[in-house]
């Protein structure tokens, strides 16, 4: 099984989009997935509610930070969002979860500042430091051609850390969230460039 831990201490950088569009991927693609939320506010567990029985099926998966349960046996691809301000207790059972770290981030000066602690410390990780985790960042509502894209590759590339890709700001998202739809539940023709860009992201996590 691989654990893909979604993250980042600040709030509002896509970090439920990313989760629940990554496990809606797996699922789409036959692969027995289960989606964790350890944010006391559940958002991503609500969104698995608004599902319907119809499409590819996301299991529910309980961390409690107290007395964390396994995840269901035989399963193939877990994700677990995160709350922003996450540290101590909760940061330290997402690493311990983690084959991989996605950290969504918006390239504005301003929330790479916010994120820069978070990564340094991510790649100061022992396990980090062994290859027992791997880290990639993704630009979230950021158009890759611009400059603030290259403002962040060239910030992640100073900590050597990979731009797995970048995610438009799109309604797609938000419309397709209220009713527990990803982009993999769609019509290929209405979230075409949305799917472009999500391939180099779900080739790294699906390694």
Known sequence: MTVIVVANPKGGVGKSTLATNLAGYFAANGEWVALADLDKQRSAHAWLTLRADTLPRIEEWQVDIDAPSKPPKGLEKAVVDTPAGIHGNRLALALELADKVIVPLQPSMFDILATQDF?????????????????????????????????????????????????????????????????????????????????????????
Do not use: C
């Open 119 to 207: 990564l340094q410390k991510l790649s100061k990780e022992k396990a980090v430091r062994k290859g027992a985790i791997e880290i990639g960042v993704v630009g979230m509502r950021v158009d890759a051609r611009t400059r603030s894209a290259d403002q962040l590759h060239r910030f992640v590339e100073g900590l050597e850390l990979p731009v797995l890709g970048f995610v438009r700001d799109t309604q797609n998202y938000v419309q397709l969230a209220a009713h527990g739809l990803t982009i993999w539940d769609v019509a290929k023709s209405r979230v075409e460039k949305d799917l472009e860009q999500w391939q180099p992201i779900v080739e790294w996590a699906g390694k």
